[in-house]
């Protein structure tokens, strides 16, 4: 307890003077703001003779991405090392076809260096976003450019669902003449992932209970594939796919469409959990007597925020399971009609979209409240009208954040444009050529 303020007077009187002064300087502000990491002792990977490599090559793979074009000068310049080291391991990125030489640069005086580039252009993904309404399936190649999109009304039963995919990925691979080039599938599910086995545990919204898709689906496309619940690899994508240099290491990735979750990012870390299932805020009671929410219980901030949520609002509705499906199959309204509804000047569509931002920054409070990021994105077909909800967003932060700081966390809808889901998926396949290594 001690390591949040002063040693304790008692412990600090009977310990010798040199420990003393450890603990003095363990307390210190300086020390304090460093992250503490414990040590796994039952689960570790020991540093080895190429583990100072490995780490180097990460960190130049990483300064390459955000700064290109860079040369090899530059890059031993931001890494403080040797030209030799820097040398050698651009050579490996190359020979592995990550890192690809461009046009030559310039500098004041002496030899044009060769500049050196991240190799995204050709190294392709298919990303699949299986939701309640419908299932997206896109061509994107590593930096998450959009080559080929597709649709079709979701398939409950997991098998049906799984012959669709193989078809669909062997039509696309066949079209665009991926083989060879496609490095894997991204599959993101509105339900929690086992991380291991890659089994759904859970997906209220499909009635999905312990689901095997990950394994029949890479046997039928013959890629590997990466399953992740949707709002952690929206996460992902915001952290790896967005802006350059992008230095925000908390934050918090609300994903509001068919259900509403969240995806935690804490020191450049996606906070996963025990069980894979951290950001289930969508599930948090707002009202234990509200709505019936798709998982059964009542009053969740799902019932008041997603897509079915707010078109049941508009028309005269409360979500309800059984009325949440035939609001999806009954009524052809979606929730970009509404929008353009409400833009039109239908007063009624415009106040059931503004209640949905008023839950939503109500919903929002609650996370700021718990988690403490420094941002908050959304993502969702709702941020298209983000200029009509704002006020209500921040009205609804304002009531509920606890400390003036809470009620002035930034909130960002989606920057990436269109389909972030879709680019969670690519993340998902793209990542992890990019991510640290493991040590300790
Ligand atoms: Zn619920």
């Given at each position: ?5 002063s040693?304790?007077a008692i ?9 003393r002064?450890?603990?003095?300087d363990?307390?210190?502000?300086s020390?304090?703001?460093e992250?503490l990491?414990k040590i796994?002792?039952?689960d570790f990977q020991?540093?080895?003779?190429t ?5 180097n090559?990460r960190?130049?793979l990483n300064?390459v991405?955000d700064?290109?074009?860079l040369s ?7 890494m403080k090392?040797?030209?030799g080291?820097?040398?050698s391991?651009?050579?490996?990125l190359?020979d592995?076809?990550?890192?690809y030489?461009?046009a030559?640069?310039?500098?004041a005086?002496g030899r044009?260096?060769?500049?050196l580039h991240?190799?995204t252009?050709?190294r392709?993904v298919?990303a699949?976003?299986v ?5 997206f ?6 930096a ?18 799984v012959?669709?995919l193989?078809?669909?990925i062997?039509l696309?691979?066949r079209?665009?003449?991926?083989a060879g080039?496609c490095e894997g599938?991204?599959l ?5 992932v086992?991380r291991?086995?890659g ?6 919204q499909?009635?999905?209970r312990?689901?095997?898709?990950r394994?029949r689906?890479?046997?039928g496309?013959g890629?590997?594939?990466?399953i ?12 790896w796919?967005?802006q350059?240099g992008n230095?925000?290491d ?6 509001v469409?068919?259900?509403?979750g969240?995806g ?7 906070i996963?959990g025990?069980?894979?299932s ?6 948090n009671?707002?009202?234990p007597?509200?709505p019936?929410?798709m998982?059964?219980?009542?009053g969740c901030w799902?019932?008041y925020?997603?897509?079915q949520?707010t078109?049941s609002?508009y028309l005269g509705?409360e979500?309800t399971p059984l ?5 999806q ?5 979606t929730?970009?009609?509404l929008?353009a509804l409400?833009?039109g000047g ?5 106040s059931?979209?503004?209640a949905?931002?008023?839950?939503l ?5 609650d996370?700021i409240n718990g988690?403490?990021p ?6 969702g077909?709702?941020t298209?009208a983000?200029?009509?909800?704002q006020?209500?967003v921040?009205?609804g932060i304002?009531?509920?954040?606890l400390?003036p700081?809470g009620?002035?966390?930034?909130v ?5 444009g269109g389909?972030?889901?879709l680019r969670g998926?690519?993340a998902l ?5 990019f991510a640290?290594?493991?040590?300790a």
């Amino acid at each position: 307890m001690y390591l949040s303020g002063s040693p304790p007077a008692i412990f600090a009187h009977r310990t010798r003077p040199s420990l003393r002064a450890a603990l003095i300087d363990a307390s210190s502000p300086s020390r304090l703001n460093e992250p503490l990491r414990k040590i796994d002792t039952r689960d570790f990977q020991r540093a080895t003779r190429t583990t100072s490599r490995d780490i180097n090559r990460r960190i130049m793979l990483n300064l390459v991405r955000d700064h290109q074009p860079l040369s090899r000068a530059d890059l031993a310049r931001r890494m403080k090392i040797g030209r030799g080291v820097v040398t050698s391991i651009i050579q490996e990125l190359i020979d592995e076809g990550t890192i690809y030489e461009g046009a030559t640069g310039h500098t004041a005086r002496g030899r044009r260096p060769t500049m050196l580039h991240v190799r995204t252009q050709d190294r392709l993904v298919v990303a699949v976003d299986v939701r309640f309404s419908r299932t997206f399936i896109m061509l994107s190649d590593f930096a998450g450019s959009q080559l080929a999109l597709e649709s079709f009304e979701t398939i409950f039963d997991p098998d049906r669902l799984v012959a669709e995919l193989i078809a669909r990925i062997g039509l696309l691979s066949r079209t665009h003449g991926i083989a060879g080039r496609c490095e894997g599938v991204g599959l993101v599910v509105p339900g929690m992932v086992e991380r291991i086995t890659g089994r759904v545990l859970m997906a209220p919204q499909l009635g999905w209970r312990d689901v095997d898709i990950r394994d029949r689906l890479s046997a039928g496309v013959g890629l590997p594939v990466h399953i992740e619940n949707a709002p952690m690899a929206c996460a992902l994508a915001q952290m790896w796919l967005g802006q350059r240099g992008n230095s925000i290491d908390n934050f918090v990735y609300v994903t509001v469409s068919d259900g509403v979750g969240a995806g935690i990012v804490l020191n450049g870390q996606l906070i996963r959990g025990d069980s894979n299932s951290a950001g289930e805020f969508g599930h948090n009671p707002m009202d234990p007597d509200g709505p019936q929410c798709m998982c059964g219980s009542h009053g969740c901030w799902e019932a008041y925020t997603s897509n079915q949520a707010t078109i049941s609002r508009y028309l005269g509705r409360e979500l309800t399971p059984l009325w949440g499906g035939a609001v999806q199959h009954a009524s052809t309204l979606t929730i970009d009609d509404l929008i353009a509804l409400a833009r039109g000047g239908d007063t009624r569509a415009a106040s059931a979209i503004v209640a949905t931002g008023h839950y939503l920054g109500v919903g929002i409070a609650d996370i700021i409240n718990g988690i403490n990021p420094s941002h908050v994105f959304v993502g969702g077909e709702i941020t298209s009208a983000w200029d009509l909800i704002q006020s209500a967003v921040r009205d609804g932060i304002a009531q509920r954040a606890l400390t003036p700081a809470g009620k002035a966390t930034p909130v960002t809808p989606e920057q990436l444009g269109g389909y972030p889901r879709l680019r969670g998926a690519t993340a998902l396949v793209a990542a992890p050529h990019f991510a640290a290594p493991r040590v300790a």
